[in-house]
């Protein structure tokens, strides 16, 4: 079956524009996380949402780091008024419950300029 | 908060050579453990877990891994590389009942030498 899909695969942006980052979860998952992935480090976790409901948000690194899955299936990470330091591979996984195991989908790579 | 160590960040080894690769982590509740593989210029995947039973997990492609609690280490082995086991490898953990997200180390860089 098809898995993970996130949209765009590469994203430039001019420092102070917003961005949206789309994530396609695998059919029938409830939970949806969402990791920032910088140069030479491992997945930092950002986000977590079961269903439509976002439970943990205690990851994303400032107020311009905005997610959502108002239907419970596609999520969309945004931020807004990019800085250089958001430049990152940004990582989308999904679970069938919150207790399995995560599969991760290819990634988004954000440069910021 | 959890906390993930992986103490070698890149290893170089020949063919048929024996690996192990160390991951401990601190936290002092109910875990579960991940090691997860990234081969160049594909996305993560899930080469063993553990969430509970036998202390010793068998994956894929010939790995595994022991999970051993008054260490807290999950490290992960291999009898004999092939070139393909070429990747990142990176070991993670969240909480038992795994309500959260995972916790990741930095990741080793495996090179294999033919």
């Known amino acids: 079956g098809a898995g993970v899909s996130q949209s765009p695969r590469y994203k430039v942006a001019k420092r102070g524009q917003d961005v949206a980052l789309r994530c396609d979860p695998i059919s029938g998952h409830v939970s949806l996380f969402w990791y920032q992935q910088a140069l030479g480090q491992g997945p930092e976790f950002l986000t977590y949402?079961?269903?439509?409901?976002?439970?943990?948000k205690s990851g994303l690194p400032s107020d311009r780091f905005f997610a959502e899955r108002p239907e419970g299936s596609v999520s969309t990470l945004k931020i807004q008024r990019t800085q250089q330091e958001d430049s990152a591979v940004y990582l989308c996984?999904?679970?069938?419950?919150?207790?399995?195991?995560?599969?991760f989908g290819p990634g988004t790579r954000l440069t910021v300029l | 908060a959890q906390s993930v160590s992986q103490h070698n960040h890149h290893v170089i080894l020949s063919e048929a050579a024996s690996l192990e690769l160390g991951c401990n982590y601190s936290?002092?509740?109910?875990?579960?453990l991940f090691w997860y593989v990234q081969y160049p210029g594909q996305h993560l995947q899930l080469l063993l877990k553990?969430?509970?039973?036998?202390?010793l997990v068998k994956g894929i492609k010939g790995f595994e891994a022991e999970f051993i609690k008054s260490k807290f280490s999950f490290n992960l082995r291999k009898p004999s590389v092939q070139w393909s086991d070429t990747a990142e490898y990176f070991c993670?953990?969240?909480?038992?009942?795994?309500?959260?997200?995972?916790?990741f180390g930095k990741g080793t860089h495996l090179i294999i030498q033919p």
């Open positions: 553990y969430f509970s039973g036998d202390p």
């Open positions: 996984a999904s679970s069938s419950d919150r207790s399995d195991t995560q599969y």
């Open positions: 993670a953990v969240n909480r038992g009942g795994g309500a959260d997200g995972l916790t």
């Open positions: 949402f079961q269903n439509e409901a976002q439970l943990d």
């Open positions: 936290y002092g509740g109910t875990v579960n």
